[in-house]
C-alpha cells in the first residue's frame, strides 16, 4: 500500500463547475499537508499549505484536512480553463521537510 | 526574480553514458532537494543537501548516483552508465531553512535511448 493515494484522474469538468480533488494516506505522523499544481512540462508550484485538521482557503481555493479520517481534499469554485493542470497532493510529518511524499497527480481538464 | 534553474531542460543519452543535470537554487536558499518523476507516477524523493553536504541521501539508488552541492555552483546530480530505466523527469527545489516550503525548478527530462 502505498503511503499517499491519489486518483490520477483524468478529470473533466465544464467551465465554472466546482473541483474536489482528493487524497488518502496511512501515516498518521503527517502534520503538514500541501498541494502542488504542476502544468505540462513545468516543475510543480505550490498552491495551497495547511498545518493538521481544518481548512484553509485562498481565493478560490479551499483546502480541507480530515486527520481522523487521513483524508485531504482541494476545491477548485468557478473553475477556469486556465486551472486545467496536474494537482499534487503531498504530505510530510515536519515543516514541508524533505521527507515530503508525492500523490501521483490528478489530471484536471476544465472545459470552454 | 529568478526562482529554481535546471540545466539542460533536455538530455539525450545513450545506453552506458553519463548524464550530468545542473541546479541553480533561489538565490540566498541554501537547501536542495532532488526529485524523480516517471511517468503516472509522483515526485519521488531521491536526496537533500545542504552546502558541501548531503543530509538525506534515503531515496537515491545506491550505485551510479551521486549529488553534489559545492560552496560555488550548482547543485550537480549525476548518474553514470545510465540504463533506459534511467528515463524520467528529474526536478530539482530549494528551500531557504531546512523544513521550508520548496520552490522547483521546471526539471531536466532525460532520455535513455
Known amino acids: 500500500q502505498k503511503e499517499v493515494e491519489q486518483d490520477p484522474g483524468p478529470l473533466s469538468v465544464p467551465e465554472g463547475a466546482i473541483v474536489s480533488l482528493n487524497c488518502t494516506y496511512s501515516?498518521?505522523?503527517?502534520?503538514?499537508f500541501m498541494w502542488y499544481r504542476q502544468y505540462s512540462r513545468k516543475g510543480p508550484e505550490l498552491l495551497m499549505y495547511?498545518?493538521?485538521?481544518g481548512n484553509k482557503e485562498d481565493g478560490r481555493f479551499t483546502a480541507q484536512v480530515d486527520k481522523s479520517s487521513k483524508y485531504i481534499s482541494l476545491f477548485i469554485r468557478d473553475s477556469q480553463p486556465s486551472d486545467s493542470a496536474t494537482y499534487l497532493c503531498a504530505m510530510s510529518p515536519n515543516t514541508g521537510g524533505f521527507k515530503t511524499i508525492f500523490g501521483a497527480g490528478t489530471r484536471l481538464f476544465v472545459k470552454a | 526574480n529568478a526562482g529554481v534553474m535546471q540545466n539542460p531542460r533536455h538530455l539525450v543519452r545513450r545506453r552506458g553514458q553519463e548524464a550530468r543535470l545542473r541546479c541553480s537554487p533561489v538565490k540566498g536558499h541554501s537547501h536542495v532537494y532532488w526529485y524523480r518523476q516517471l511517468p503516472e507516477e509522483g515526485l519521488k524523493f531521491m536526496v537533500y543537501?545542504?552546502?558541501?553536504?548531503?543530509?538525506?541521501e534515503s531515496g537515491m539508488p545506491k550505485e551510479r548516483f551521486s549529488a553534489e552541492f559545492p560552496k560555488e555552483g550548482p547543485s550537480i546530480l549525476r548518474i553514470q552508465q545510465v540504463v533506459r530505466g534511467d528515463s524520467a523527469a528529474y526536478f530539482c527545489?530549494?528551500?531557504?531553512?531546512?523544513?521550508?516550503?520548496?520552490?522547483f525548478g521546471p526539471g531536466t527530462r532525460l532520455l535513455v535511448l
Open positions: 501515516n498518521s505522523a503527517f502534520q503538514y
Open positions: 543537501l545542504q552546502k558541501e553536504n548531503i543530509i538525506d
Open positions: 527545489a530549494s528551500s531557504l531553512g531546512a523544513g521550508e516550503t520548496q520552490y
Open positions: 495547511t498545518y493538521s485538521s
